[in-house]
């Protein structure tokens, strides 16, 4: 039978952990995927085995033993696909603390090889974030880029609220031939891969909620506006009317 039919509106959640932070529990790090997905196949690349990776990156905390001076948050976002729902309504909800919010790292590129992280265009936090993944050298997934500005995942009304934002860079790997696809299975999930990118995503988290500074300030409506039109961002973000918002002060920091 064919035919989708519109049910209308419905509720989702984000489903949240949080490990207290030993030194200074109120200033917090974020490490998110998304757990919802499209109704083909069954999301396990997109982004199934990401979510799985969150969960992982907890429990692989937990089992060392380690305790973080800061918060660590680990956030199954909802309602990604439909545009960033769920993480937006997370930034808007709690954005009297985001002065205390350190930094977001999300993966959303199934199990493609990471290669490094997008900084979301912020030269400023290069150096400090270099010595983060420092331990990732051997696995080759070190490289930085400053010079654009990701837009379609989770980490994104984080940074046009100011806020320090990874996401990491991934080969296409079987990403696209199966995205948003019947054939997004578990079958197509490397096990070996992913355990690797549980590994990496562990190391930045911890990273950045245990390290001495801040990766950098919050910056301020200016200083992102600044980054949005020197990336060329404003072209990208016109076309979905983001930009609209964006300038209005109805999406992001207004300040
Ligand atoms: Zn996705």
Redesign the pocket.
């Known amino acids: 039978m064919g035919g989708l039919v519109d049910s209308g509106p419905i509720t989702a959640a984000n489903v949240i952990a949080e490990s207290r932070g030993s030194e200074k529990p109120d200033e917090f790090v974020i490490l998110g995927a998304?757990l919802d997905?499209w109704e083909l196949g069954t999301g396990a690349l997109?982004?199934g085995c990401n979510a799985a990776l969150v969960i992982d990156a907890l429990r692989t905390i937990k089992a060392a033993g380690l305790k973080p001076r800061r918060t660590i948050r680990f956030i199954l976002f909802s309602g990604?696909?439909e545009g960033m729902m769920g993480s937006r309504a997370y930034a808007v909800a709690h954005r009297n603390e985001l002065d205390k919010m350190v930094g977001v790292a999300v993966i959303?590129g199934g199990v493609g090889r990471v290669t490094g992280f997008d900084l979301g265009g912020r030269k400023d936090m290069t150096d400090k974030v270099a010595a983060i993944v420092a331990p990732l050298k051997e696995f080759d997934a070190t490289e930085l880029k400053t010079d654009d500005v990701e837009w379609g995942?989770d980490h994104y009304d984080f940074l046009l609220e100011g806020v320090p934002t990874l996401v990491a860079e991934q080969e296409e790997g079987n990403y696209l031939p199966n995205y948003h696809a019947t054939s997004d299975t578990y079958d197509k999930v490397d096990i070996g891969q992913l355990k690797k990118h549980v590994a990496e995503m562990t190391v930045v988290t911890f990273g950045i909620a245990n390290a001495n500074d801040r990766l950098g300030p919050r910056l301020t409506h200016a200083e992102i506006d600044k980054i949005l039109r020197d990336t060329h961002s404003d072209e990208q973000m016109k076309p979905l009317g983001i930009w609209a918002e964006w300038t209005s002060g109805k999406r992001g920091r207004a300040k």
């Open positions: 998304h997905s997109d982004n990604e696909e959303d995942t």
